[in-house]
């Protein structure tokens, strides 16, 4: 029923230039005329269970060595290729983990494993971290005015609401998000390569070109009621060009819903299929600024 590519955990980046990427957070200090980088805080998270032991926060300076390491890659590429646009690349999944919904009962103490809850609190509040950046950068749809109370009200406050009302603090956004997904299938079963484009990108638009270049019966996609209301899993940023500070942003949100697919042979009866669909659908835009351009990148299976 759903055309989407599955991005696992180990889903690596595919840019040309091996550069390693590394999840970053909110600018916290400011550029100094001696320092042409501003500092940024860690927000990269170990993510699996496995992994755990690397997840250990990082300090500035190890961030900015790895910055400065960048920078110097990235000037000997553009020497070679005046014409690169690193912001172009394919970016691996920021956060490739998730956490999977809990009753409240288990958040009391004494229940639940100690150490996955522990793990678990800290990707929550690298979410809070980073949605709070792109809605401060008026990158995250429709907050994006310049009055806009949501964005220009005081971080400690926004914060605040974003711990206490997280799935309800940018309602408009997740109905803005929720109308991509449905374009997006509706586009694989009905449009064209030119509306796929304008809507997706990376596998997500690879396997929507595969379907619609493949398409050969008439089709037809409806959802038919949303079992849950869709909720956001995870948030990250990334920087990924540091010479002039270009960031990245990925939102992993979560769909239950109810579909059918209805296909239709030449000369026969249309054949309908009806279908619950879960799905946790990548979104990513760029860059993080009021003039973001966000798209669908693809689906996260669920780590077993």
């Not at 394919?90 to 004494?110: A, T």
Request: glycine content about 4%.
């Amino acid at each position: 029923m759903s055309f989407l590519p599955s991005l696992r955990a180990s889903a690596p980046s595919s840019s040309s230039l091996k550069i390693s990427i590394k999840p970053m957070a909110a600018v916290v200090a400011q550029v100094t005329p001696s320092n042409k980088y501003v500092q940024i805080r860690s927000i990269s998270s170990g993510s699996s269970r496995n992994s755990a032991a690397m997840s250990k926060s990082r300090s500035v300076q190890d961030v900015e060595k790895e910055l400065e390491e960048q920078k110097q890659m990235l000037a000997r590429a553009h020497r070679t290729n005046p014409g690169m646009d690193v912001g172009l690349q394919n970016l691996p999944v920021f956060e490739s983990y998730v956490d999977p919904q809990k009753p409240l009962y288990w958040f009391l103490p004494g229940f639940g494993d100690k150490k996955y809850k522990a793990e678990r609190k800290e990707r929550a509040s690298l979410s809070r971290q980073s949605l709070n950046e792109i809605i401060k950068r008026g990158a995250l749809p429709p907050y994006q005015g310049a009055r806009e109370w949501k964005r220009t009200a005081f971080d400690p406050w926004r914060q605040a609401m974003l711990f206490l009302r997280r799935q309800h603090y940018f309602p408009s956004s997740i109905t803005h998000f929720n109308k991509m997904y449905t374009d997006y299938m509706k586009i694989q079963a009905e449009g064209t390569i030119g509306q796929a484009t304008a809507i997706s990108k990376d596998n997500a638009l690879q396997a929507a070109l595969n379907v619609i270049k493949g398409r050969k019966d008439k089709m037809s996609w409806e959802l038919i009621k949303e079992n849950r209301p869709p909720y956001l899993v995870s948030s990250r940023m990334t920087v990924t060009d540091p010479r002039d500070m270009k960031m990245a942003a990925q939102m992993v949100i979560r769909f239950d819903t109810q579909q059918a697919l209805t296909t239709q042979k030449r000369g026969q009866k249309p054949v309908r299929r009806e279908q619950r669909v879960v799905e946790n659908i990548i979104f990513e835009g760029q860059p993080v600024n009021v003039a973001c351009d966000w798209k669908v990148k693809g689906k996260l299976i669920e780590q077993q």
